[in-house]
């Protein structure tokens, strides 16, 4: 069964200095890997999707993967003080998403 | 707006009881999961549906059953809490067509006394 570790656990970063978070996942058959945010006592919200190795870009958001290092990291430029949240990585195969532990953000102002 | 609702947001139960959470969508989607969120564990799968009157289990079924009776319509059912249930559970839906991307609910906290 897939396994997905995060790190790091928690993060501190000031505003406006990059962001970045990284996941490894346990062996390459997932099909493509997700990015969710989690603000306090709320659902998740989809950051990017990105299903080949290279780079994938949402807004301020950039996903990279490299499956032969089984390893998905998140990009975040310019965080603000709202990006402040718990960040999930998933690996997605069909139906089935498996999730990491999460890493908390907080972006200081 | 697409949309997936849950209810109730927060409920103290006692152990022993039954507990019931609901998860209603409006996306037109066949697919719907239960997971639950404890510290440290990130999500784990505890039943999905990919059609109504249908369930199947997920990662970690024990002490729960669910329930679809129609495509919108998605419960949680915990026939006796116990104390170790206590967590935030959460319902999403996805379908083929959108590479099963997941929307997911506000969450469910739950705390067993």
């Known amino acids: 069964q897939q396994k997905v570790q995060q790190s790091p656990e928690s993060l501190t970063v000031s505003e406006g200095a990059m962001a970045s978070l990284n996941c490894t996942f346990s062996?390459?058959?997932?099909?493509?890997f997700r990015w969710y945010r989690q603000h306090s006592a709320k659902g998740l919200e989809v950051l990017v999707s990105i299903f080949s190795d290279g780079e994938k870009e949402e807004g301020r958001f950039t996903a990279h993967l490299n499956r032969a290092n089984l390893h998905v990291s998140l990009h975040i430029r310019e965080p603000q003080p709202s990006d402040s949240a718990v960040y999930l990585c998933a690996s997605n195969m069909g139906y089935k998403l498996t999730f990491g532990t999460g890493t908390s953000l907080l972006v200081d102002p | 707006e697409a949309a997936v609702t849950q209810s109730p947001r927060s409920k103290v139960a006692v152990t022993g009881g039954k507990v019931t959470l609901s998860c209603h969508q409006t996306?037109?989607?066949?697919?719907m999961y239960w997971y639950r969120q404890d510290t440290g564990h990130g999500l784990r799968l505890i039943h999905y549906s990919y059609v109504a009157d249908s369930t199947e289990k997920g990662d970690i079924p024990d002490g729960y059953k669910a329930s679809r009776p129609s495509q919108e319509n998605f419960s949680l059912i915990l026939e006796l809490a116990s104390l170790s249930q206590t967590a935030v559970y959460f319902c999403?839906?996805?379908?083929?067509?959108?590479?099963?991307?997941?929307?997911f609910g506000p969450g469910t906290r739950l705390t067993v006394l």
């Open positions: 999403a839906s996805s379908d083929r067509l959108g590479f099963y991307e997941q929307y």
């Open positions: 062996d390459g058959t997932s099909n493509n």
């Open positions: 996306n037109n989607h066949d697919y």
